[in-house]
């Protein structure tokens, strides 16, 4: 009976180290995706004023953002009103170097992702998220300041915009915090 008594307190003692193993610990969750820009429009936080198809000219347009946290950019996004490639590109808004360029074939009016490889992204660091286009939607709040603006870990500042096809991919030089042309967004994924 002694030893069928020892043999129990050893197999529960052996299951007790079994469940605390380290290996539970390497299973982080990881945070839920972030779409800043989505997320403002989907709340009424600007309203659609109107919508522009093959205008004769292409601007580069897009927003300038940092974010609370340090985390990654896993998709580019765009919504516009027609079917086609466009340009999406994002930058490092200080160095204005280009982390990353992908041409997103849009569905006529429904936001559309595309996949990138993991762009590390560092808290408080200002990026700028664009695409070249000629067909964009409006965005304002009847003249109100729509920017800066938080959206989760992300705090848009500001919209820009340059004129032309801008084939060097130049940032824009004009800002508004009254209004929103096209619709480009980010996939956000902060770190625990």
Known sequence: MKVQKAILKLIIISALFISCSKDDDSDLIEQAPQYPMKTLIETGHMELKSTMQQWVSHFEVGYKFKTFKNGKITALGIRVPHNDSYRVTLCNAETEEILV???????????SFETIDPINIASGVAYFVSVNTNDYY????????????????????????????NPDQIMPVQYSKVSYVGMVDIKFIPNN
Not at 140 to 165: H, K
């Open 138 to 165: 409006t965005f304002n709040d009847s003249g109100n300041a729509m920017f800066p603006v938080e959206s989760g870990d992300v705090l848009i500042t500001d919209y820009g915009v340059r004129s032309g096809t």
């Open 101 to 111: 360029t992908k041409n997103i074939v849009s569905s006529s009016g429904l936001l």
